[in-house]
Nanobody, 128 residues
Framework: QALLVESGGGSVRAGGSLRLSCVVSGNIYSRTCISWFRQVPGKEREGVAGIYTTFGGAEYYADSAKRRFTLSQDGAKNTVYLQMTSLRSEDTAMYYC????????????????????WGQGTQVTVSS
């Protein structure tokens, strides 16, 4: 079992930055894929970025996140961060972190059905 808790959301002006945090408790942090998704009411959940939780783990970014969002992790704290810069109004959404099961690998598909554990979400609102 695992518990994921997101934080760091808020309201910012377009062009601003936020850093989201995802703290993972349980025994899955090592060697799994942890990704960020976002969802707007009435739309499907969209994958944003994912990282493989090993030292120097590979990172994967959706086109919407490339060159603006950056993943990082602190293994000692079982925490994955999503640094978001140059925020746009279309980035407004509820952001969720999610983890695959043990030894789950990341890929560019960001298929929500492959993720076993989900956080409760943190709201990001970008005003123009």
């Amino acid at each position: 079992q695992a518990l994921l808790v997101e934080s760091g959301g808020g309201s910012v002006r377009a062009g601003g930055s936020l850093r989201l945090s995802c703290v993972v408790s349980g025994n899955i942090y090592s060697r799994t894929c942890i990704s960020w998704f976002r969802q707007v009411p009435g739309k499907e959940r969209e994958g944003v970025a994912g990282i493989y939780t090993t030292f120097g783990g590979a990172e994967y970014y959706a086109d919407s996140a490339k060159r603006r969002f950056t993943l990082s992790q602190d293994g000692a704290k079982n925490t994955v961060y999503l640094q978001m810069t140059s925020l746009r109004s279309e980035d407004t959404a509820m952001y969720y972190c999610a983890a695959k099961g043990r030894r789950g690998v990341c890929d560019f598909l960001f298929d929500p059905d492959e993720y076993v554990y989900w956080g409760q979400g943190t709201q990001v609102t970008v005003s123009s």
